[in-house]
Antibody, heavy 121, light 110 residues
């Protein structure tokens, strides 16, 4: 079945870097854009960014310059590189497939289970 | 502060109808389609309604979506205990050049 599985979260100190991964299965990975969405503890959803099926990227303004999304189509895996981590980056990070196929402006389905990033000294 | 505005809470008794509003602007809801997501505590969001009115396979027809101008609504009819969850609207914003989510509405079944 179509599935996304995130990994790479953990407890990190402010100012450090972290790379999150999102492993995809059950669909033709290079046909779809993938989004990252985060949710701070007890808060709502915040869109972080996307990478299109052909590698174009967009980010929310608040993370531009610190977050980098990439994909390895040979391994059906998406990455989110985060540098200069801040306390306010503490959140569960979800990856989600974009529908319809080969579009970036659509809906998200499915979502991964999420990976928790905690930034604390 | 979210770009899309939702009421923080909504409630009803079993069998009742509950409606959740999502208010935006010309650059998001006014121009693009709206999607709705349901999130149970401690779990990932799930797609509930896409492109304003469409239900994915497996979503009961008790759930319906609508859109008019710069606002959208999600209606839950025949409210059931398993409908207790947080609900979020989402849309692409042409000005921000990214997706925006509503602030979320917690639905309680009394």
């Amino acid at each position: 079945q179509v599935q996304l599985v995130e990994s790479g979260g953990g407890v990190v100190q402010p100012g450090t870097s972290l790379r999150l991964s999102c492993a995809a299965s059950g669909f033709i990975f290079n046909n779809y854009a993938i989004h990252w969405v985060r949710q701070a503890p007890g808060k709502g959803l915040e869109w972080v960014g996307l990478i299109s099926h052909d590698g174009r990227k967009k980010y929310v303004d608040s993370v531009k310059g610190r977050f980098t999304i990439s994909r390895d189509n040979s391994k059906n895996t998406l990455f989110l590189q985060i540098s200069g981590l801040r306390v306010e980056d503490t959140a569960v990070y979800y990856c989600a497939r974009a529908l319809p196929r080969m579009t970036t402006v659509g809906w998200f389905d499915p979502w991964g289970q999420g990976t928790l990033v905690t930034v604390s000294s | 502060q979210s770009v899309l505005t939702q009421p923080p809470s909504a409630s009803g008794t079993p069998g009742q109808r509950v409606t959740i509003s999502c208010s935006g602007g010309r650059s998001n809801i006014g121009t693009n389609t709206v999607d709705w997501y349901k999130q149970l505590p401690g779990t990932a969001p799930k797609l509930l309604i896409y492109s304003n009115i469409h239900r994915p396979s497996g979503v009961p027809d008790r759930f319906s979506g609508s859109k008019s101008a710069t606002s959208a609504s999600l209606a839950i009819s025949g409210l059931q205990s398993e409908d207790e969850a947080d609900y979020y609207c989402a849309a692409w914003d042409d000005t921000l050049n990214g997706f925006v989510f509503g602030s979320g509405t917690k639905v309680t079944v009394l």
